[in-house]
C-alpha cells in the first residue's frame, strides 16, 4: 500500500528537486533560477534550497553567467555503462555527507522478498557501525531499521514476518512479544522515527525513518554510542529532515 506524505516532508522535497532536474536537462544551454521559477511553479525561496541541495550533489551546476545545467554526477548516471555503479557512489557520497551532518553512522535498508537487507552504510572512527551480533535478518523486532520496515507493511505482512522470525530476547529491553510489538507497530504513524534503545545490542541506541518510494519499502537509520543517547531525538529529527537528498539518489 503506497504511503500519503504532507507537503513538507523529504519526499516533497524529492519529488520538487526532480522537477528541477527534469527541466535542467531540457535546457542543455542553462537555464537560470527565475526561468526555473516560471517552469516549475516553485517559489523563488524554496527553489534556492533545491538548488543549493542539487549543486552539493552534483546534480546540477552553475556556469558563469549564473545559469544552471547538467552536473557530473548527472552525466555519469545517464550512460548506460556503470550506472549501477554511480548509483552506488552518489548515495554513499550522500550517506557519508548526511554522516557527518549528524554525527552518527548512518544506513539505508530495504525489506526485499520478505527479508532485511542493508544496502549502503557510512561510518567513521568517530561514528562506528553497529556490531551485527545477530543477523539484522532474524532481528527485525529488536532494531530500528527493522521497527521501521515491518511498519510499513500492512498487517498481514507483519504476521508473516514474524511468523517466520523467532522473537528472541537479545537484551533485558527486547520485546518478545508479537502482541507487544505489533500493538506498537500499529499505534504509531510509520512516518514517525522508531527508535531501538538497547534493544539489539547493549551499549547502543538508534533510530530509523523511512524512504519509501512508491511500493519500495525502505528506511535511513543511524546508530550512536549510549552515551549519546541525549542526542538520539535531536539526530533522527537531522536524520528525516535530510533525507530528501538520499530519496533523491534512489529516484534518479
Known amino acids: 500500500m503506497a504511503l500519503q506524505h504532507e507537503p513538507t516532508t523529504p ?6 528537486a526532480l522537477r528541477v532536474l527534469e527541466t535542467v536537462a531540457r535546457h542543455s544551454t542553462g537555464v537560470t533560477d527565475a526561468e526555473l521559477a516560471r517552469h516549475t511553479g516553485i517559489e523563488p525561496e524554496r527553489l534556492t534550497g533545491l538548488l ?11 556556469v558563469a553567467d549564473g545559469a544552471y545545467v547538467t552536473g557530473e554526477a548527472l552525466a555519469r548516471l545517464g550512460s548506460a555503462q556503470g550506472r549501477e555503479q554511480a548509483l552506488r557512489e552518489n548515495l554513499q557520497r550522500t550517506l557519508d555527507r548526511l554522516r557527518d551532518s549528524v554525527g552518527a553512522a548512518v544506513y539505508i535498508s530495504r525489506y526485499i522478498d520478505g527479508e532485511v537487507k542493508i544496502d549502503q552504510y557510512a561510518a567513521g572512527p568517530a561514528t562506528p557501525v553497529v556490531n551485527e551480533w545477530v ?17 510499513q507493511l500492512d498487517h498481514n ?12 530476547r537479545l537484551t533485558s529491553r527486547t520485546i518478545t512479544s508479537d502482541r507487544v510489538l505489533l500493538s506498537r507497530l500499529e499505534s504509531q504513524p510509520p512516518t514517525v522515527p522508531r527508535l531501538d534503545l538497547q ?9 530509523a525513518v523511512p524512504i519509501t518510494a512508491g511500493s519500495s519499502v525502505g528506511c535511513l537509520a543511524l546508530s550512536l554510542p549510549v552515551e549519546h543517547a541525549h542526542r538520539l531525538r535531536q539526530a533522527a529529527d537531522a536524520l528525516n529532515r535530510n533525507a530528501a537528498p538520499v530519496l533523491l539518489s534512489l529516484a534518479i
Open 52 to 62: 543549493l541541495m542539487l549543486r552539493r550533489e552534483g546534480y546540477v551546476e552553475q
Open 199 to 207: 534493544e539489539y545490542a547493549v551499549g547502543t541506541v538508534c533510530a
Open 135 to 151: 543477523d539484522f535478518r532474524f532481528s527485525a523486532h529488536a532494531t530500528a531499521i527493522g521497527k521501521s520496515l515491518l511498519g
Open 11 to 16: 519526499y516533497h522535497s524529492a519529488q520538487d
Open 157 to 168: 505482512g507483519r504476521r508473516d514476518h514474524l511468523s517466520r522470525h523467532k522473537m528472541a
